[in-house]
């Protein structure tokens, strides 16, 4: 597979250039995700960065590569809404963040 050197912006992988594997189209992966394992042995924190342009525009409006610029939230987009999938469940899937007391 083909690989490109990426730089990254921003977060604790500023300034670094890092190569990516391309996809089947050329193009890395719209986020990119960098597990760090955490001291104590607990989970992992899971910094996340998304693609963007390199250079937009330019005279011509030719693409001049991708970067990567850090997301501090992390979750937000990332996977695909289709209309007829599940909605999220879990502990903030109710309005309060708590269990549902509706029936009791």
């Known amino acids: 597979m083909k690989s490109q050197d990426t730089?990254?912006?921003?977060?604790?992988?500023d300034g670094r250039v890092l190569p990516?594997?391309?996809g089947p189209?050329?193009?890395p992966p719209k986020t990119y995700r960098v597990p760090v394992p955490d001291a104590a042995?607990?989970?992992p924190t899971v910094l996340v960065y998304r693609?963007?342009?390199?250079?937009?525009?330019?005279r011509l409006g030719l693409h001049r590569g991708w970067k990567y610029e850090y997301d501090p939230?992390?979750?937000r987009g990332g996977r695909l809404r289709w209309p007829w999938s599940k909605a999220r469940t879990g502990p903030d899937a109710t309005p309060g963040g708590g269990p549902d007391?509706?029936?009791g």
């Open 25 to 27: 189209t050329g193009h």
């Open 7 to 13: 730089p990254f912006v921003g977060g604790p992988l």
């Open 20 to 22: 990516v594997l391309l």
């Open 41 to 43: 042995g607990g989970p």
């Open 73 to 75: 939230e992390g979750d």
């Open 101 to 103: 007391t509706a029936g």
């Open 51 to 58: 693609r963007v342009e390199a250079n937009p525009g330019g």
